[in-house]
């Protein structure tokens, strides 16, 4: 089939059910996954691409991958954290840390009983612990909008867990990323790893530190969106570049370009409504028209058929990734004697996945530290908990409410 033909259809199909499941308040990334999904399936497969159309989703996935770590960096800011009360603080550690845990400890289950073959429990428990510790809350933001909620506590609680989990993301991707470059040169991996990590430092100093304030100074004096813009695309794509051919993988590259764009634009005292306005077109060109095609690929490369084979494997990630969210804002809650029902709205309100569990669950695979099927359960633990966790976030969301009514 014609290349731009399947660029249409993936489009405009991820679209469509992006919409549809919005309209059912779900995160609109369950529309590409699902388009991939049907994409997957070998007689769909088969009929609508060969090699050079499959490389060219492929590339297009890529540049999403590399976008959405863009605007996962640009996001982080600190001084949101220093703002937070003791009880946000603690509520978005243990969100953090008790499904690391668990996870951990499902998977060391898994392989102790064979359900899964395990070469490195250690490694693949640290892994699938940092994916499950990762928090997706547009969901639960959505509804809050949609409730006139934004102001409140509970709001605040959410928002804050979504800050600190984006430094969680940029560790998550970081340790993978260093960890698979140590394991393509084992003999001299500390070394070259130190090496190659001096010299990428050394080129995001100049690009951050030297060349961008210079940029930012002469484009301030008309502060054009547009400039801004390709600023912004050409630095994510020559660390991206830098990175991956330092063999430090682009993805990282992608990610601390937008940690230095974000710096960039608060030190050169670019206004408020500026740094929003170019978050806000970064974020219309990531997941209007690039990031897509990387959760379709995703989808593409999932396959279900160990639900059949290996049900153990799904009903014990499943468990693990629906208690341990909701587990760990309880306690966070009551070790700042704060309520279990305000805990489980929290828990439950960022327990739906997105975009860099699963950046870093393709990263693990394509890199051999997970099997083929382990990602899958874990594309469709992501699916599921995504649908099914907003549902538990309105029920509480509702039962909050009206107990602070009562009191």
């Known amino acids: 089939m014609d290349p731009l033909i399947i660029i249409l259809l993936c489009l405009t199909a991820s679209y469509l059910l992006s919409e549809f499941f919005e309209g059912l308040r779900l995160p609109r990334v369950l529309g590409s996954l699902f388009v991939g999904l049907l994409l997957g399936l070998p007689v769909v497969n088969e009929f609508i691409f060969d090699a050079y159309s499959l490389k060219l989703i492929e590339a297009f996935a890529d540049l999403g991958l590399i976008f959405i770590m863009f605007f996962v960096g640009l996001g982080l800011e600190v001084s949101e954290l220093r703002k937070s009360d003791k009880n946000s603080i603690y509520n978005a550690i243990f969100t953090a840390l008790v499904p690391f845990v668990i996870g951990y400890f499902a998977v060391l289950l898994l392989c102790h009983t064979s359900v899964i073959s395990c070469e490195n429990p250690a490694i693949i428990g640290l892994i699938v612990g940092g994916i499950l510790c990762v928090t997706g809350e547009m969901a639960s933001i959505d509804l809050l909008t949609h409730a006139n909620a934004l102001k409140t506590r509970l709001a605040k609680k959410i928002l804050v867990a979504d800050v600190f989990d984006n430094f969680v993301e940029a560790l998550l991707i970081s340790f993978l990323v260093t960890f698979i470059h140590f394991l393509q040169n084992p003999v001299y991996g500390i070394l070259i790893i130190v090496f190659d990590l001096i010299i990428f430092f050394l080129m995001v100093y100049t690009a951050g530190f030297v060349v961008l304030p210079f940029v930012l100074r002469f484009i301030k004096r008309k502060q054009p969106k547009l400039d801004l813009f390709v600023v912004s695309l050409i630095l994510s794509l020559f660390l991206a570049v830098a990175s991956e051919y330092l063999g430090i993988g682009s993805i990282l590259g992608a990610l601390i370009a937008g940690m230095l764009m974000r710096y960039g634009l608060v030190k050169s005292s670019v206004s408020k409504r500026m740094q929003h306005e170019i978050t806000d077109v970064m974020e219309i060109t990531t997941f209007g028209f690039v990031a897509p095609f990387f959760f379709v690929w995703v989808g593409m490369q999932g396959n279900f058929s160990f639900l059949i084979t290996n049900p153990w494997l799904a009903v014990v990630l499943g468990i693990a990734a629906f208690v341990a969210k909701p587990l760990g804002s309880v306690v966070g809650e009551l070790l700042s004697k704060g309520r279990v029902v305000e805990g489980l709205t929290v828990g439950w309100g960022m327990n739906t996945r997105g975009a860099v ?43 909050y409410y009206s107990k602070k009514r009562r009191a």
Do not use: R
């Open 357 to 399: 569990e699963l950046i870093a669950a393709e990263l693990a695979w394509q890199n051999g530290l997970i099997s083929g099927e382990l990602f899958s359960a874990l594309i469709f633990i992501a699916f599921i908990t995504t649908i099914i966790s907003p549902m538990f976030f309105s029920f509480y969301f509702k039962k």
